[in-house]
């Protein structure tokens, strides 16, 4: 089941898709990683859906990953006297605390956290932004706002805080509740919502450890201050341009998001890009070119995986939308401008060794034409750093832990192999390099590989050998 691309494909699941027939049509149209997103859905729903892949994992023989997405924090108006009412620019609004069926002199917003921590000039931004106001003072316990783009204000719309940040725990009560049936469930990726500062990170890291590995969605303005710290302390990050896009201009996404891949790429950490990537599809059997093109920047620009989130939820064509994601990743990394632009954006890395073996891997492959690079390890650390070079080879990377080889499916370029044996001598891994390689297609006879792992083997942290052989 070898893919003949290197970025990888996510894919949402919702009620056009939750069945076993079409689950298996989107892994065979494309799909690497399955997104459960546990903000629609019951408990019992999405435990059905992931007892539905590892019964397709058990008869493809191949590590799907499942990533569980938390709902995280919801801000929203409470309840308007009427159902609504019509803010006209220029006028001024209350927000009040408490309260309900308020009207322009008290607009409910039960949320302390941001009358804690609003100041004048701060935005308040209602519907996705179709509603935009300006805090302008306060009034007792009320936050006084100008009307800057009016717009009819309707019960329980959302309500984005772009200026401040907010002393928010990204995990509300729900969250928890989901993370530990997630856990238990034994999804391999958890993507983490509204973080905006390390600590987020380190709250969930004390509740996971190490079961899953932690995606932290880049929502919020607050988290581009911190960049940096997020990606150093988070095992993946997602670029949510949906909500990013409503709390910062919309001109500033894109340079935004190759800034976000970029740091990925250097601290050898995956890197999803979602939101809106084939929008169209959801209602129409082709994308609109700027979809495809954006699609393709993405590539372009280095990114791990790509997501599908609506379009094969609840969208009219979910095979179809996989597999035009999937006919666009290979075209771009076919295009001769492919390889130059990636090239060019490889970062500079610690010359630690671990790092400049796993670097000298790719190096040599691309130098001496080797079809692909088998990686023996424990916890998966080997094929990241090689995959932070883009080789323009298959990485293969083998584990003992079908745990790991399920996260790795979210991993650019790497073909996944659980295999329970542990080499433990040279024989071992030259032997099992050449099995590996031969059964999924990746080299025939006298095709030349190389291969790395650590001395001794089975030792997480102690890549330190090279070694190239000949099928």
């Given amino acids: 089941m ?32 399955f997104r459960l997103n546990f903000s629609h859905g019951t408990q019992e729903d999405h435990a059905g859906v992931h007892r539905v892949i590892r019964e397709l994992e058990q008869e493809v023989s191949r590590p799907i990953g499942i990533l569980q997405d938390l709902q995280g924090p919801k801000i929203r108006v409470g309840t308007i006297k009427d159902g609504g009412i019509a803010l006209k620019a220029g006028e001024t609004v209350r927000f009040v605390p408490t309260g309900e069926n308020g009207g322009r002199d008290a607009i409910p917003l039960h949320h302390p956290e941001i009358f804690e921590a609003s100041a004048p000039g701060h935005r308040l931004l209602i ?9 302008t003072g306060f009034d007792g316990d009320a936050i006084v706002a100008e009307v800057g783009v009016g717009g009819n204000l309707t019960n329980r719309k959302g309500v984005n805080v772009p200026d401040a940040v907010l002393n928010l725990s990204p995990l509300t009560d729900k969250d928890r509740a989901d993370l530990d049936f997630g856990l ?132 009219e064509y979910p095979v179809e939308a996989v597999e035009m994601m999937d006919r666009i990743i290979w075209n771009t990394e076919n295009h001769r401008a492919y390889r130059s632009i990636v090239d060019a954006m490889e970062p500079v890395v610690d010359p630690s060794i671990h790092h400049a073996v796993s670097e000298a891997a790719a190096d040599v492959a691309n130098k001496i034409g080797a079809t692909a690079i088998v990686a023996f390890t424990s916890r998966g650390t080997t094929a990241y750093r090689i995959a932070r070079k883009r080789p323009a080879v298959q990485i293969v990377s083998a584990t003992t832990d079908i745990n790991i080889a399920r996260r790795l499916a979210l991993l650019w370029g790497a073909h996944s192999i659980a295999d329970e044996r542990m080499i433990s001598s040279y024989d071992e891994m ?22 790395i792992a650590g001395i001794p083997f089975g030792t997480p942290g102690s890549t330190n050998n090279l070694r190239v052989l000949t099928v």
Avoid: H
């Avoid at 519907?127 to 805090?135: A, F, I, S, T």
């Avoid at 201009?249 to 084939?278: D, H, N, S, W, Y």
């Avoid at 080299?443 to 291969?451: E, L, M, P, T």
């Fill in 2 to 33: 070898r893919r003949n691309r290197r970025a990888k494909i996510v894919a949402t699941i919702g009620p056009v898709s939750s069945n076993a027939d079409m689950i298996r049509r989107l892994f065979l149209a494309g799909v690497d990683v």
């Fill in 127 to 135: 519907d996705d932004g179709r509603l935009q106001l300006k805090v």
């Fill in 184 to 315: 238990k469930l034994g999804v391999d990726w958890l993507a983490l919502s509204f973080v905006q500062r390390p600590s987020d990170i380190l709250e969930a890291r004390q509740i996971i450890g190490d079961q899953a590995g932690i995606i932290a969605k880049i929502e919020k303005p607050a988290a581009l201050e911190v960049i940096d710290d997020i990606v150093a302390l988070c095992d993946a990050i997602m670029v949510a341009r949906g909500d990013l896009g409503v709390e910062i201009p919309p001109e500033q996404v894109p340079g935004r998001q190759k800034e976000l891949i970029r740091a990925c790429r250097l601290a050898a950490k995956p890197v999803v890009v979602a939101t809106q990537m084939l929008d169209s599809m959801a209602y129409a059997p082709q994308p609109t070119r700027a979809e495809a093109s954006d699609v393709a920047t993405a590539i372009y620009d280095g990114s791990d995986a790509v997501m599908l989130s609506q379009e094969s939820a609840i969208g």
């Fill in 430 to 451: 030259v032997t099992d390099s050449r099995k590996f390689v031969l059964s999924d297609g990746f080299a025939k006879s006298g095709d030349r590989i190389v291969v």
